[in-house]
């Protein structure tokens, strides 16, 4: 896992399979410890069209996240349910970079600059 400088990461376990949520965890151990104090980290629960063979139980899963106050959603890859949310929510609670935005939040020209005449040696 590389994570140095991130401002979130998305961590995907399979429903369908107890110990990938097990490992999971340990990957947020992980990222706590040594990833930027201030990420966010949203868990995805991918294969939730499986819901007949699930392991994972949706209840446990949102428990953990809360206690860890990460993002939590059930995704399905193959049937395109929440892929976008986990990207939305992380967007609404990284924080802005810019301190001083520019007045009436309307955005900046970007002007080209005059040129300065090139000096001659003649
Ligand atoms: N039913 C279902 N199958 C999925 C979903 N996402 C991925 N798969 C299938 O799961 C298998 C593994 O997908 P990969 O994208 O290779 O994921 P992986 O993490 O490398 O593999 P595994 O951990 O072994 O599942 C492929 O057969 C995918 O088609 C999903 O949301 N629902």
Redesign the pocket.
């Known amino acids: 896992m590389y994570h140095r400088g991130s401002a979130a990461a998305i961590i ?1 376990y ?1 429903i ?2 107890e110990e ?1 949520f097990s490992t999971l965890k340990n990957w947020v151990t992980e990222l706590r410890q040594h990833g930027p104090p201030s990420i966010v980290v949203a868990i995805a629960g ?5 819901i007949d063979v699930r392991e994972v139980m949706e209840r446990d899963a949102k428990d953990y996240t809360d206690s860890i106050h990460a993002i939590f959603v059930e ?5 395109a ?1 929440n892929i976008n949310e986990p990207f939305i929510e992380i967007s609404r609670r990284i924080p802005s970079t810019d301190a001083n935005p520019p007045s009436g939040g309307k955005g900046f020209k970007l002007l080209r600059q005059p040129s300065k005449p090139k000096r001659s040696c003649c």
């Open positions: 995907v399979d369908t399979k990938t991918n294969k939730c069209d499986l995704t399905s890859a193959k049937n349910i």
